[in-house]
């Protein structure tokens, strides 16, 4: 079946520094890409979606220019916490869709600032 | 996305069988139920859907009732690994938009 290897699964950071969180689509091209995150108790939130090679389309209420996201490629798609806050932290989840597979979830990054 | 009513928990003891239900009265014709699961700390995981018919697979077979307006995971025999919360979510297949969470179904699974 169809994979997403999302890389780290944890990480810790200081206030103010930038965090990134890869995902990569294993054996199918994921046309779109999907982030999420999710806090405690609280179901998974879309935070925007990424076509590849296009600009990601944010949900409202999310800051396009703290969270950058890239799709460079078919199989690679990057989110990246900028000038991360105590209240940035949560899980983050990626999800490729491809059409033979569906959406295939990466196994999420726990993120704490400090 | 037509809207989805689970009930928050349910217990299921080891070895027997766990019957999710899932209401969705406003589902249209072309809208396919699916169902994930997310235990503690990893991202969803896919487990079935269906559109009308009854399907199953290795994992669990899935009951739609034949107005669409409500269905049923069943995990015919629990293990503790299947503590996770479970997901029904309505949707157009390959809609090319994100899937939306509701609050799911939270199981726990006891020995």
């Known amino acids: 079946g169809a994979v997403v290897s999302q890389h780290p699964s944890w990480v810790i950071c200081k206030s103010g520094t930038s965090v990134k969180i890869e995902c990569r689509s294993l054996?199918?091209?994921?046309?779109?890409m999907f982030w999420y995150r999710q806090f405690p108790k609280q179901s998974l939130m879309l935070m925007a979606t990424?076509?590849?090679?296009?600009?990601?389309?944010?949900e409202q209420g999310v800051e396009k220019d703290k969270f950058l996201i890239n799709h460079a490629s078919l199989t690679l798609s990057t989110l990246t916490v900028t000038s991360a806050h105590p209240e940035d932290s949560s899980f983050y989840i990626c999800s490729g869709q491809d059409h033979n597979y569906g959406y295939t979830f990466g196994s999420g990054t726990r993120l704490t600032v400090v | 996305d037509a809207k989805t009513t689970q009930p928050p928990s349910m217990d299921c003891a080891e070895g027997r069988a766990a019957n999710l239900p899932c209401n969705h009265s406003?589902?249209?014709?072309?809208?396919?139920v699916y169902w994930y699961r997310q235990i503690h700390s990893q991202g969803p995981q896919y487990i079935i859907h269906?559109?009308?018919n009854n399907e199953t697979n290795e994992m669990a077979s899935l009951i739609i009732t034949e107005d669409r307006k409500s269905s049923t995971l069943i995990l015919p025999h629990a293990t503790l690994r299947d503590t996770a919360v479970y997901y029904c979510i309505v949707r157009v297949r390959n809609s090319g938009y994100a899937l939306n969470f509701g609050k799911g179904t939270s199981l726990l699974v006891t020995p």
């Open positions: 406003t589902i249209s014709g072309n809208e396919y």
């Open positions: 269906g559109l009308k």
């Open positions: 990424s076509n590849e090679g296009s600009k990601a389309t944010y």
């Open positions: 054996d199918f091209q994921a046309t779109t």
